[in-house]
């Protein structure tokens, strides 16, 4: 495996979210490298067990190494002096989907707080709603969706970029965070479309 600090970052992520006991999506987990601009993204999808497919509530995790931050790690690595601490740029998209009826956003809002939990010492922002509506070729039945992004970034001290098992600590509340989130979101009252497999 590729020791770097990014590398670091998504394991401990991985990790948070998987000893939370959500279930990866197949496929959905991706790494891109912008090759003319420098930026590393990482994506990855996961859900509650045994939501169906596609899931009624999800959660879309991505996390953002910027060409910048590549360069102050790089300053850091070799010993010379860097003006701005590398930082990992955060979104995470919760989503409830397969709704048979327009969701209402203030119902889902009652269940989300506006910022995360900690993550070292900063935090994300919750943004506003966004509603989906999905039509058939023949505008018949369409299917709903709702989601709301929380965004912001880890700044890395020393410490983190000296010893990446500190990033388990502070990436360790997320998975707790987001499985009860999606639980919640769960819980509320949808009327749901059935999953493919109920189909």
Do not use: N
Not at 107 to 112: D, P, S
Not at 113 to 137: A, C, D, M, N
Request: with cysteine; charged share 25%.
């Amino acid at each position: 495996m590729l020791d770097h600090v990014f590398t670091d970052a998504i394991g401990a992520l991985r990790d948070a979210v998987e000893s939370a006991m959500l279930e990866r999506q197949a496929f959905e987990e991706r790494l891109h490298v912008d090759v003319l601009l420098g930026d590393m993204t990482w994506e990855t999808s996961y859900a509650l067990p045994g939501e169906g497919v596609p899931p009624r509530v999800q959660s879309d995790i991505t996390l953002t190494w910027p060409t910048w931050a590549q360069s102050s790690y790089r300053s850091w690595y070799i010993g010379e002096a860097f003006d701005e601490r590398p930082r990992i740029e955060i979104e995470v998209v919760l989503r409830v989907q397969r709704l048979a009826s327009a969701p209402d956003p203030a119902q889902l809002l009652t269940v989300l707080p506006e910022e995360s939990p900690p993550i070292g010492g900063q935090v994300l922002q919750r943004s506003g709603p966004t509603v989906e509506t999905l039509y058939g070729g023949d505008l018949d039945d369409p299917e709903h969706a709702i989601e709301v992004s929380y965004d912001g970034s880890y700044e890395l001290d020393e410490g983190c970029l000296e010893d990446g098992a500190i990033l388990d600590d502070h990436f360790g509340s997320m998975g707790g965070w987001i499985s009860s989130t999606l639980v919640k979101m769960g819980d509320l009252t949808w009327d749901f479309l059935p999953s493919i497999d109920e189909g």
